[in-house]
């Protein structure tokens, strides 16, 4: 009998530990726990400088007042920033009225800022066949500016051992008051399509 009533205490305990760490069994891992916190306590976006395809400069704060949908790629990436550029291609189309009416903004930043000059990332945009100023891509003009983009994103970036990098792949909404307010998975670009457009209302 003593021998049940310690398992079920030992039981109880892991019970009530697992659920605190997992936020009440909602999240199983550091990205589950990352974007839920998001939804229920948005980020503010800092005011980093970019150097954008164009070789024009572009301040985060100067996009407030509209919906940004944000990837993180470096140009090189055969496997993720392949397939989220192609899902950024997706939505350009899918949201072209918000975009087109600057309610609406792509922009994908790079992470590898050192080899990716305005000329590769102006090369990474024609690959997936995009024009206008709808979808830029940008990448940060210093070392501070890169750091604090992906301690506010919650991006984890390791150089691996090919000269490129296992970095964690999503969707980043940000509001127009430059908060970061959800986190999307890559591989349904008809859902970010979705959310954007309720968020956006009539």
Known sequence: MRTLLASLVVLLSGG???????????????????RIAVREHPVAIPPVTLETETGARLDLTAVRGRWLLI?????????????????FAQLQSRLVVPLTHHKLQLLSISFDP?????PRLAAYLQRFHTSGSEWIAAR???????????????????PDSFG???HNAAIHLVDPHGRLVEI?????????????LQRLGP
């Open 114 to 118: 050192e080899h990716d000059t305005p």
């Open 71 to 87: 990837d993180f790629i470096y140009t090189r990436c055969p496997t993720y920033c392949t397939t989220l550029g192609s899902e």
């Open 140 to 158: 940060p003009v210093n070392q501070d500016g890169l750091d604090t983009l992906e301690e506010r994103f919650g991006i984890t970036v390791i």
């Open 16 to 34: 009530v530990a697992l659920s605190t760490a997992t936020d009440q069994f909602r999240a199983f891992t550091t990205e589950g726990a990352r």
């Open 184 to 196: 999307f998975d890559m591989g349904n670009p008809g859902l970010v399509s979705q959310a954007v």
């Open 164 to 166: 490129g990098y296992t």
